[in-house]
């Protein structure tokens, strides 16, 4: 079982940037797949960003070009570097982690997720 943990979440205007972090912990193995969904209230949880243990990068198109995932393996940690930043990116976030991709895209139950953390982007 892998153990998530989030962190960076805040308040920012309108065009500003956040960073957040997520950091694994447990059994984690080479070729865990990361990534971000996020939920806006009364909407369902959608897939913001995904990275593969390989590095390969997948984007919502809504977010493509102004967020970038990354990963550092040595710290078992995914960031989302989020820049440009609309009031609609207003949401909790999630990270999640799975060895299966369809896992995380579908944002399967089964994989492992984190507590969340609040971006709010003011206007």
């Known amino acids: 079982q892998v153990q998530l943990a989030e962190s960076g979440g805040g308040l920012v205007q309108t065009g500003g940037s956040l960073k957040l972090s997520c950091e694994a912990s447990?059994?984690?193995?080479?070729?865990?797949?990361m990534g971000w969904h996020r939920q806006a209230p009364g909407k369902k949880r959608d897939l913001v960003a995904i990275?593969?243990?390989?590095?390969?990068?997948k984007y919502a198109d809504s977010v493509r070009g102004r967020f970038t995932i990354s990963r550092d393996n040595g710290k078992n940690t995914v960031y989302l570097q989020m820049n440009s930043l609309k009031p609609e990116d207003t949401a909790v976030y999630y990270c999640?982690?799975?060895?299966?991709?369809?896992?995380?895209?579908?944002?399967?139950?089964?994989?492992?997720w984190g507590q969340g953390t609040q971006v709010t982007v003011s206007s």
């Open positions: 999640i982690a799975s060895k299966s991709y369809g896992r995380i895209v579908a944002g399967s139950g089964f994989a492992s």
């Open positions: 447990g059994s984690i193995g080479s070729d865990l797949i």
């Open positions: 990275i593969s243990s390989d590095g390969g990068t």
